[in-house]
């Protein structure tokens, strides 16, 4: 089973911003508090260092071309990795920016794959 926190509209490109890209737009636009900035710095930091970026691996994991749609879940298996989930939620919880959680065991096609996560090309897309 995989879960992914996203935006339940798409945006302008059509794909569907995940929790992050949605906690970090907010960011980009100034509407933080200072606490929320300072968690999703840190947290931000955190992943980084603790969870593989899969366009580090494969630069063209999420070319929109070769792979349209491609969009990250974390797997269920990888519990230790969802802990922080909680902080950006309450972050885009305070501002209204929805966020709902997706799971499957079957999301789309895999073309990436690590201990605690997939990156897959949507069924309807890919």
Known sequence: M????????????GTYPGMFGLVNGLAAQG??????????RENNAWYEANFTNPATVDPAVYDRSTNPGAAAWFKLSAGHLMQRVPGYLAILAAHDVQCVR?????????????????VVVPHEIG
């Open 2 to 13: 995989y879960v992914r926190f996203q935006s339940p509209t798409p945006n302008g490109r």
């Open 31 to 40: 509407r933080l508090s200072d606490a929320e900035e300072r968690f999703r």
């Open 102 to 118: 997706l799971e499957s065991a079957d999301p789309g096609r895999i073309i990436y794959e690590d201990d605690g996560q997939v």
